[in-house]
Nanobody
Framework: QVQLAESGGGAVQVGGSLRLSCRVSGFTGGDYRDYYMAWFRQAPGKVREGVACIAADGTTNYADSVQGRFTISQDKAANTLHLQMHNLQPEDTAMFYC???????????????????????WGQGTQVTVSS
């Protein structure tokens, strides 16, 4: 059973940086080839947004709102997914979630998605608050 646990959230001022981590359990070594992962965020009263995703081969994709400021990465040896965030703005304030989904046999190793509906496994979230 895949389980995800986020950490690293907190309160920062405008222009600051944070690095979120998502500890993954339930993957075996070879299973990283079978999963793609993503970070999502949801602010109160707003729709959940897929921030960034990473494919099994390391291919990444970002929402326009974070392109150039956020970087998604995997440390497979440590079973951890990261989201490095720079130049944070008040509109980045949200609960951040990591998610994982097994790749279907018809999807390539470079496939990932930022659509929340396709993900089966979710963490509990970590809060990011950016103040001016």
């Amino acid at each position: 059973q895949v389980q995800l646990a986020e950490s690293g959230g907190g309160a920062v001022q405008v222009g600051g940086s944070l690095r979120l981590s998502c500890r993954v359990s339930g993957f075996t070594g070879g299973d990283y080839r079978d999963y793609y992962m993503a970070w999502f965020r949801q602010a109160p009263g707003k729709v959940r947004e897929g921030v960034a995703c990473i494919a099994a081969d390391g291919t990444t994709n970002y929402a326009d709102s974070v392109q150039g400021r956020f970087t998604i990465s995997q440390d497979k040896a440590a079973n951890t997914l990261h989201l490095q965030m720079h130049n944070l703005q008040p509109e980045d304030t949200a609960m951040f979630y990591c998610a994982a989904q097994r790749r279907s046999p018809y999807q390539s190793y470079w496939h990932c998605s930022r659509a929340g509906s396709v993900f089966q496994y979710w963490g509990q979230g970590t809060q990011v608050t950016v103040s001016s």
